[in-house]
């Protein structure tokens, strides 16, 4: 199983990017699916979750109302739409498909990872 994120790049302070995941060797549509994030000398955090169904989502307080977790389970993809971008959320930025349907918070229900994608907010 291969996950491969992409979508990231270089945007100004209040600007957008959407990050993509999709996957070989698996549906991801029959999983939760969840992207975490780390900066430098900072460990790996949770960003955003959501569940097979597309109907349980959860996020990061600090991403809450400011990036949305979506699902295309008909092109098997997963999403991760940024708004307001800000410098502090630079980071590479990872997707993970979960054990099972339901997703949570912690890396340790997850099971297959993407390489992670370069996301740079510049003021």
């Known amino acids: 199983v291969q996950l491969q994120a992409s979508g990231g790049g270089l945007v100004q302070t209040g600007g957008s990017l959407r990050l993509s995941c999709a996957a070989s060797?698996?549906?991801?549509?029959?999983?939760?699916a969840g992207w975490f994030r780390q900066a430098p000398g900072k460990e790996r955090e949770f960003v955003a979750r959501i569940s097979a169904s597309g109907r349980v989502k959860n996020y990061a307080a600090s991403v809450k109302g400011r990036f949305t977790i979506f699902r295309d389970n008909a092109n098997d993809t997963v999403y991760l739409q940024m708004d307001s971008l800000k410098s502090e959320d630079t980071a590479v930025y990872y997707c993970a498909s979960a054990k099972g349907r339901s997703a949570f918070d912690e890396m340790d229900h997850y099971e297959f990872w993407g390489q992670g994608t370069q996301v740079t907010v510049s003021s």
């Open positions: 060797g698996r549906t991801l549509g029959d999983y939760a």
